[in-house]
């Protein structure tokens, strides 16, 4: 089924975010088959990532609609503008930085910044941020994104770092309009192997977990 392109309406919508890491662009590419049919929807390929760019444009070309497909840990100049060339919806920085901020607004994509505490929150919202990244989330878990979110209603947040299918109820309950989640959906021991029953696995405990509390 299509996705709607609106890209803010699509990161609720797929609730879940796979953050990848992987060692080289083609399994980057190959991991987010498992991904989808276990049932994640979202896709954030991370430029620690080689070739990251490359990814996304065979990802974008693959499996178009199907997925919410977004570029994460923008770091440096070029990076949002070449995302967004290859097809990337949406842009994620692990920071806010003022010049970066400016470059991925620009794109037209929508623009996540990272932050965890209230002075980060309305830095990142003043430059513009669409939604907020909190990270990283588990150093001190819900709580911390349920105390963010009571002078931030208006505020969407995105939790990242300790989020797992087990606690993932705990932080939608605080407030999270979705979740990223790394190595507790793609672990670099599975991404390595190329064992993709795995990530599946993995995938459709997320999936249902987040189906339960949708």
Not at 16 to 42: K, Q
Not at 75 to 94: I, K, M, N, Y
Not at 131 to 157: N, R, S, Y
Request: some cysteine.
């Amino acid at each position: 089924m299509a996705l709607t392109k609106d890209a803010r309406r699509t990161i609720h919508e797929v609730g879940v975010v796979a953050v990848i890491r992987a060692a080289d662009w083609r399994t980057a590419v190959d991991v987010v088959e498992p991904l989808l049919a276990g049932g994640v929807r979202g896709i954030e390929i991370t430029y620690t990532t080689p070739d990251a760019a490359r990814a996304i444009a065979a990802i974008a070309d693959r499996h178009g609609d199907d997925l919410a497909l977004g570029a994460g840990t923008i770091r440096e100049a070029g990076q949002a503008t070449a995302a967004v060339d290859a097809g990337a919806d949406f842009l994620v920085s692990p920071g806010t930085d003022e010049h970066l901020a400016a470059e991925m607004k620009a794109t037209g994509a929508l623009t996540v910044l990272g932050a965890l505490t209230p002075t980060e929150v309305m830095h990142a919202t003043r430059l513009g941020a669409d939604i907020i990244k909190v990270f990283p989330a588990g150093l001190q878990g819900p709580g911390l994104l349920k105390a963010l979110a009571e002078p931030f209603p208006e505020v969407d947040f995105v939790p990242t770092g300790g989020v797992t299918a087990e606690n993932l109820p705990e932080w939608f309950a605080a407030g999270a309009v979705a979740v990223g989640a790394g190595s507790s959906l793609c672990s670099s021991q599975a991404l390595a192997r190329a064992d993709w029953s795995e990530v599946e696995r993995r995938a459709r405990r997320f999936a249902d977990a987040f189906a339960a509390v949708r």
